[in-house]
């Protein structure tokens, strides 16, 4: 192939790239915009996609081209969100709520809770409960998940109310003993269900 013939066979190749690419920027944009604007802000979301669209052209050879690009857009999505998060000191933010949620709603109805915190408490309690005994898993499954009275849990477990209280106090402690103790266990599940809902 002479050079004239090499060089235009490149161009072409190369215009082709960037339609494609710009085709699938013209897709995507508002997706990732909008995703980005509710887990950031409308200024900061408009970088972060910028750059996640900028880092595909980058590695445009590289990418996959059928329909597990959107998971790859999504998932590059996520790692630069949570690196908002981590860089901003959103992320140390976000652990702080997380310990008012579990201080303040353990033991209580927590309706007013937002649903994600609602599920991230509930996802971190689930984690924490292996480290206490049957008996006590149970007991606290009904005066947290069910808000039981204690009487009622006593009537359940075969012991009288004053027991229950007692058991439960201690069970409450054990849990957050652990919680605290186990920073990454609230990073990894943050990732998971606060900062990556992302779908």
Not at 46 to 71: A, H
Not at 104 to 122: Q, Y
Request: hydrophobic letters at 45%; one cysteine or more; charged letters at 20%.
């Amino acid at each position: 192939m002479s050079a004239l013939k090499k060089i235009s066979y490149q161009h072409t190749s190369c215009t082709s790239a960037q339609a494609d690419y710009e085709a699938v920027v013209a897709i995507y944009w508002d997706k990732l915009l909008g995703i980005a604007s509710a887990k950031t802000n409308p200024h900061d979301a408009f970088d972060i996609v910028q750059d996640v669209l900028m880092s595909l052209w980058v590695k445009w050879e590289e990418v996959p081209k059928d329909e597990t690009l959107e998971f790859y857009l999504l998932h590059a999505l996520k790692l630069r969100v949570f690196n908002y998060y981590r860089t901003n000191g959103r992320y140390q933010a976000h652990l702080k709520r997380l310990e008012v949620v579990l201080n303040d709603t353990l033991e209580s109805s927590d309706a007013l809770v937002p649903d994600v915190l609602h599920e991230l408490k509930d996802a971190i309690v689930s984690e924490a409960l292996d480290i206490l005994s049957p008996s006590q898993r149970q007991l606290f499954i009904l005066r947290v998940n069910y808000h039981y009275s204690y009487r009622k849990i006593a009537e359940q477990l075969g012991i009288d109310a004053a027991s229950a209280r007692v058991l439960y106090s201690r069970a409450l402690k054990q849990v957050k003993a652990h919680i605290k103790s186990n920073p990454a266990l609230s990073a990894s599940l943050i990732s998971s269900l606060m900062v990556f809902t992302i779908s």
